[in-house]
């Protein structure tokens, strides 16, 4: 006889950890130590004195840093519940944060990277010792170019941002090599290129102009003709951009952008679902980046390190970031005597295990590997779609009816007008079936937005759980909206109140900050503060918060 | 290659799996997805990369045999810094940032991302603290990043394109500063006076189109600046804002910035509790007061505490999201985008577990030992200090008047297993020394050097 289990309900019961953890302050226990450090020895002490009693007295810290005093378990015991309150790539089919390109990173990788032989490694070392990085840079660097189809990369930069910051630094020097520096003032974009396109070339000092689409949903070809001039330094796209959408006449623009004199700019952070079909150079850019976060499976550490790349053309070469590694025979060796460069854009040779990691990717794909990683990718993401679009009241505007590369730009604009429900909303409900959800960039050019990019890891089973879970969503808005609209109900917190943050009286961005605004300076007015904070505040108890004073107070004697 | 190719890294290769999602969205194959891509624009070739290691084993034994061409020196023989520093890593720090959680996840909202949020908020709080400033930002790429936003905000705070910098800073640090704020600052390079500011030369250009004065304290020699609170009341007299680049290595020692005058404090949280990684792991910091004029001026994330629905609860979010380029986009201040966040976290950790003891004696800990190795190092025939600065775990050595160049003082070192210190030029060593370099370690150098200076000598006479 059977063990009689029900069926399973068709989505899955999942709760979020909830430990009702405390402000690592508030764990605070006078004299608890979480670790020791290494003491002068006898000979030191006697050979120099009382170091900081000789100080002068400007630079000696008059009380030390009330930074709580906690036992080692105590603190490991508190971030590994802070960690189980999180929820990971490695834990959830994470395809909503769309245009982020969330994919596996292989674990590996993890145990590749951790040895002390890359981990004690210092920069300044004889280079001698240090030949195995050295060449995985160099090779590394060799792959991203047959990639990109560029002559010369460098991987100095910490981020795909800042490496579009790179661009437009490499840009500038290049119209100053030229003597052009003063006439070139105009950076073109798209609406849907990543905001960092228009940030990065406005806080290089140019103006930017954005092309908006055209009826179809393509970055609008006549605008571009009627923005370009003389005073064009660059485009700087997108492509695929952030919708999805792959611009067909991208030759066209680069042709269009070189016919003034200006350069043309390749922001591949969307790469994942064109490796191996397409490369920016065959499209004539003289220059693109990636993030190695993204497209080449290096995890992405609850916002970095990420890491950049910057790959140019022949023309752009002597331009790129550095030092960058040569080879000489055998030999690797570090060229910081390259007097074209824009010089150092981060410290030494870039973040080094995403540099290795990314090298350990490309190595277990291969050609074949890369190839079919994109074409899974862009699989994965016409099959949500059409698992998407068949839900009641999404859409995906612009392109309608055409195939998508990496990600879709979808819109709840229907089922918002139907129900009032918004696309945040679902967003915030998504989460409680163990799902993230996130709506888009600025500016919302799709009403309502949400942004889908499954990549190549995540099984058919998997899209269809994600699907069915915004489809059990969009029921919910219609059926009990009140479900929807008081979420979440799974989670570590509950609806959170977000006016605080915006005023500078109320806001909080530290303990102390938040200690002195809502409790007082002192003990006494803690409590008084703290009763009265009931309504405002962010709800600690008076209990913790005067025990908060009170390790101020240890700390400080 | 077998065919089809399917990977362990990628599912739906599988040719069924394949065929079932094609056959569900009506395709013929994946060509028909990449319609858009011209035909004049395909590569039409596969690219040339080296065969794959498709199992595991091959991978790590390819990889790993690379890595293992590197050799990492033994602990304590290591004396160089210069951004960079081999400070003690607790093992509880390793082991949280590791957790798939926090390595795997990215921008995920306060809900579900309920620990990075708190985690992060934490991590400014204790940074506050050691600052003693309100308000800390969620890491930026590194520290020259952290100078260079510094800079930038500074000139939108007063409307003024001058900025004097007034110690000695790491010349890299100087390039990437420079190359961000080309547009809006014009910076000025005041020429230290025995490795500090030379107070009397920057009084005498502070006048109202100065936007700020920047101090690096340590400086890029290991100096530090004993006139920060004359110079601070110097540059407020005239309307400009102070920016001071420190590391917080030193902190539970000396005294932050801010209780000298410094309005915005920058710097690199590498040393708390991050390994060297060849120069890979960087964060940087950037703190200023509560005070909106400043704060509206920081282009990164802030996240602040928030009540919930429910009493005694902590919730987290995004302080004044409105300032970020997320927002605004052309009209952002600078740029979001992915940073450091893990190593803030990291930071955060260390933190946690030093406590006020911790940071008190790892400060006492690295400046007894570099002052003892600066002892020691310049016992030795013809070798000096540079400067007669107060220096904290970073010194100079000024060799020119001894028997071997700083080159060859490297390469004698290296024969012996150290990294002695970095040779900034024929006649200065930069010499690094953390709470990792015990009194043998430095004994040890010291006798290797002297040996080699002795023979060298000989050899001349």
Known sequence: MSLPIAPKPALRRFHQARWDEPIVFELHAPGERGVLVSRPEAGVREAVGDVVAALPASLRRSAPPALPEIGQMRVLKHYLRLSQENLGADLNVDVGQGTCTMKYAPKVNEAIIRTPDLTELHPLQEQASVQGVLEIIWKTERMLAEISGMSRVSLQTSGGSEAIWANISMIRAYHESRGEGDQR???????????????????????????HPDADGYPDLDALRAALSPRTAAIMVTNPEDTGIYNPRIGEWVRLA???????????ANANGILGITRARDAGFDVCHFNLHKTFGTPHGCGGPGSGANAVSEELAQFLPGPVVERDGDRYYLDADRPESIGSVAPFYGVIPNIVRTYAWISALGAEGLRAVAETAVLNNNYLMKRILEIPGTSAPYATGRRRIEQVRYSWQDLYEDTGISSEEIGVRAADFGMHYWTSHHPYIVPQPFTLEPTESYSMAELDEYADVLAEIAREARETPEIVRTAPHNQTVHHTHHDDLDDPERWAVTWRAYQRKYFGADAAGAAAASAESGASGAGAASGSASAATSATEEAAA | MSHPFVHPYVPNTAPESRQAMLDAVGAASVEDFYAD????????RALDLPEPLVAEQDLVR???????RNRAVEPGRLFLGAGTY???VPAVVDEVINRSEFLTAYAGEPYEDHGRFQALFQYQSLMGELLNQDVVNVPTYDGYQAAATSLAMAGRITGRRTVLLVSDAHPDKLSKVRDYIAPTIDLVLVPT??????????????????AAIWVETPSYTGALETALAELADAAHAVGAVVIVGTDPISLGILTPPADLGADIVHGDIQSLGLHPWFGGAHGGFIAVHDDTRFVME???????????????????????????????????????????ALWGIAAGVYLALMGPQGMAEVGETVLARTTYAARSLTALAGVRLADGAVHFREFVLDVTDAALTAPELVAAGRASGFEPGHAVDDGHLLVCVTEQNTQTDIDDLAAVLGAALAQKKEQNA
């Open chain 1, 185 to 211: 003032t105009e950076v073109i974009t798209t609406i849907f290129s990543h905001p960092s396109n228009a940030a990065a070339a406005k806080a290089a000092g140019y103006t930017v102009i954005t092309i």
């Open chain 1, 258 to 268: 070189h016919e003034v004199g200006a350069l043309a700019s390749y922001d591949q």
């Open chain 2, 37 to 44: 891509v011209p035909a004049e624009l395909r590569l039409g």
């Open chain 2, 62 to 68: 390819h990889v790993g045999g690379l890595l293992r």
């Open chain 2, 86 to 88: 081999q400070h003690a």
């Open chain 2, 193 to 210: 006076v025995g490795a500090v500011a030379d107070l009397q030369t920057v009084t005498g250009l502070l006048d109202d189109t100065v």
């Open chain 2, 298 to 340: 920081l282009p990164s994330r802030l996240f602040g505490l928030a009540s919930t629905d429910v009493p005694g609860e902590y919730g987290f979010g995004d302080v004044a999201y409105d300032r970020t380029s997320f927002a605004v986009r052309e009209e952002g201040k600078e740029w979001v985008g992915t940073a450091a």
